[in-house]
């Protein structure tokens, strides 16, 4: 795989100094890219550059993941128009730990000559005192030169604090030590990121008078001109426990048609004939296609076994002629993510302690329905079920044996409207 030819059919390529198409054709080069744990997780949007990454490894050359355990410390000013709030020492270094994991699913760390490599920026000025980093580090870059750059230019009208006017000088070091220590001859990111990456490469030019080089990718947007990587509920976490499964697959289902042909050729791992081909046989379905890139993705990023919860889940939720064998099939888990995603009521066990009235439980403990006339009227016109059972007496009882894995139960008022009966 030629790397730079791989961004390029992908739509993935901004841009690049002059030399790195020399520079990689000559054997394997390490590159990076620096993540800041400023957020509890990674999100969609860092998986770009962890495709970079990814895509960089395949071509056999070495990634090198910089986490920025001091970097997180300052905010980078980046396409903030803004201060941004400074994290607590403790939240960085959770946050930190948690997503490091997280990279560890995503890259190959453990084999190979190309293997990947994890460092961490605080380890680079823990012990550098402020007159070495203003002697050693600060000396090397002129103000004119810094404020030439655009992410400092767009804040010179709202203000920036001399911490987020440092950070390029962060940022440039960084690249300068891993370049003293790994050989990186490379940095990877956002197109937002240019001013900082060509500031490290100045760095390397001026102090250790070598070549250095930069590549960026676009800023991945929707075709409405809004942000990827946010749904209507917010941001899309890789993290099950922030953005589960079945919403993270549905974030791809529910993607405007415009945005799929963009949003495969960054993530899928297929090649560009199998796209192609694929888009040729699929054209005019741009459902099969979402489909197709939800199912890679999810797999990918939560596993096969989630993967196919997500396809009981969506089964439950979506096929009007879903079978009670479907329903009890599902998991707690399962029946979870069914509640956050349709009407559903807590309600106390002790409500079910000696049974309760079907007509009480639509109309009072859970105002399925606005009275309890109503839930007469819609259990006579055979409209109500619970767990997929019709309800045809207004004397029924519902006991705690009915709850599914004692917990759930699930009510349903005609073919379209269900709801989740979760006891507290």
């Known amino acids: 795989m030629n790397f730079l030819e791989e961004l390029k059919w992908r739509g993935m390529l901004n841009d690049a100094t002059p030399g790195i198409e020399e520079a990689l054709t000559k054997g394997k080069v390490a590159g990076y890219i620096g993540f800041d744990p400023t957020a509890p997780s990674l999100t969609i949007g860092n998986y770009v550059q962890l495709m970079l ?3 960089f490894q ?22 903030k128009d803004k201060e941004r709030e400074l994290k607590s020492y403790e939240e960085l270094d959770k946050n930190l730990n948690f997503q490091v ?25 823990k012990e ?3 007159l070495d980093f203003l002697r050693d580090v600060g000396k090397t870059l002129t103000v004119n030169y810094m404020m030439s750059k655009e992410s400092v230019k767009k804040r010179l009208d709202s203000g920036i604090s001399f911490t987020e006017f440092s950070y390029q000088l962060l940022q440039a070091y960084d690249f300068q030590v891993l370049f003293n220590k790994y050989d990186c001859i490379l940095q990877m990111g956002g197109s937002d990121q240019w001013g900082n990456i060509t500031s490290g490469t100045e760095f390397i030019r001026r102090n ?19 942000k990827f990587g946010k749904s209507t509920e917010g941001n899309i976490w890789l993290d099950s426990k922030m953005t589960t499964p079945y919403q993270f697959y549905q974030f791809w289902i529910n993607a405007d048609d ?10 899928t ?41 997500v396809l009981k889940v969506t089964g439950l939720l979506f096929n009007r002629k879903a079978s009670k064998e479907q329903l009890m099939e599902l998991s707690a888990d399962e029946l979870a993510t069914v509640a956050a995603e349709i009407p559903s009521f807590e309600v ?5 302690a000696n049974g309760v009235n079907i007509i009480d439980l639509l109309a009072e403990a859970t105002q399925i329905v606005a009275s309890k006339g109503d839930a007469r009227r819609a259990i006579k016109g055979n409209a109500i079920s619970v767990n997929k059972d019709k309800v045809s007496d207004h004397e029924t009882m519902v006991n705690q044996e009915a709850l599914l894995h004692g917990k759930y139960l699930m009510v349903e008022n005609g073919k379209k409207n269900k709801f989740i009966v979760v006891v507290q």
């Open 53 to 55: 990454l990814t895509l």
């Open 58 to 79: 395949k071509s056999g050359h070495q990634p090198v993941v910089l986490m920025g355990g001091a970097t997180g410390r300052i905010g980078d000013p980046s396409g």
């Open 101 to 125: 994991e997280q990279m560890r699913k995503f890259l190959n760390f453990d084999e190979g000559e190309n293997k990947a490599i994890m460092v961490n920026n605080l380890d680079f000025y």
């Open 128 to 130: 550098m005192n402020v």
């Open 208 to 226: 250790l008078h070598e070549k250095a080089y930069a590549v960026t990718t676009p800023l991945l947007t929707k075709s409405d001109g809004t």
């Open 258 to 267: 415009a945005d799929i042909p963009s949003f495969t050729r960054y993530f």
């Open 269 to 309: 791992l297929k090649s560009q004939e199998e796209i192609e081909t694929r888009e040729a046989e699929l054209e005019g379905n741009p459902q099969e296609l979402k489909r197709l890139l939800a199912e890679e993705l999810t797999v990918r990023i939560h596993g096969e076994n989630a993967y196919r919860s």
């Open 348 to 352: 106390p066990a002790s409500t079910f």
